[in-house]
């Protein structure tokens, strides 16, 4: 039987790193064109979705590692009881890792990219300096796959434990040897 406790901790897990995506996407970095005497800059407002965006992909990383580790990540432990819980146990593993991977890429891109900032500098007679920021909704697709991600790791768990539940009975197919007198 699949335990109570280790889903509700997934589910915790998951859920702080959904609010540390959003709380990203609602954060990131901002560019404002500053002019001093001699020439035009790039200003940057906030930084913090950084350390939120690295701190979803953390959150996001350690769920998936308690699911892995209680599961014994499908390939390692015993055999599984053939049946509908089983096949369902094997297309939610193979989800729950490409939404993974979707959703850490996009976290981490998102965090790489909102701590670049341009440094350089304009003449006033010049072309504004080019303030580039992180696109719109980059923390907002990595949330809606840590959610992705967290439905398929616990239905994954789920549906894992039901497979994994009794023995599997064993089938005489070969001839036996006798005691040689």
């Not at 406790?5 to 995506?21: E, H, K």
């Not at 800059?41 to 892995?68: K, N, R």
């Not at 979707?102 to 304009?122: D, P």
Request: hydrophobic share 50%.
């Amino acid at each position: 039987m699949s335990s109570t406790l280790l889903l509700a901790v997934v589910f915790v897990l998951d859920l702080v790193a959904f609010a540390l995506a959003v709380a990203a996407e609602q954060r990131r970095a901002s560019a404002r064109i500053a002019q001093d005497a001699r020439s035009r800059y790039c200003v940057y407002e906030s930084d913090i979705a950084t350390g939120l965006g690295v701190g979803a992909l953390l959150f996001l990383l350690v769920s998936q590692l308690l699911v892995m580790a209680a599961t014994r990540c499908l390939c390692c432990g015993r055999v599984l009881i053939p049946g509908r819980s089983r096949a369902l146990a094997i297309f939610l593993f193979i989800t729950c890792w490409v939404t993974f991977i979707i959703a850490e890429a996009c976290l981490l891109a998102g965090s790489v990219r909102n701590a670049y900032h341009t440094e350089y500098r304009t003449v006033l007679s010049a072309n504004p300096p080019s303030c580039e920021t992180l696109r719109k909704g980059m923390f907002g697709a990595g949330a809606a796959f840590v959610v992705l991600t967290g439905i398929a790791s616990e239905l994954y768990y789920v549906f894992y434990s039901k497979s994994d539940e009794g023995v599997i009975p064993t089938r005489d197919t070969g001839i036996r040897m006798g005691a040689f007198n």
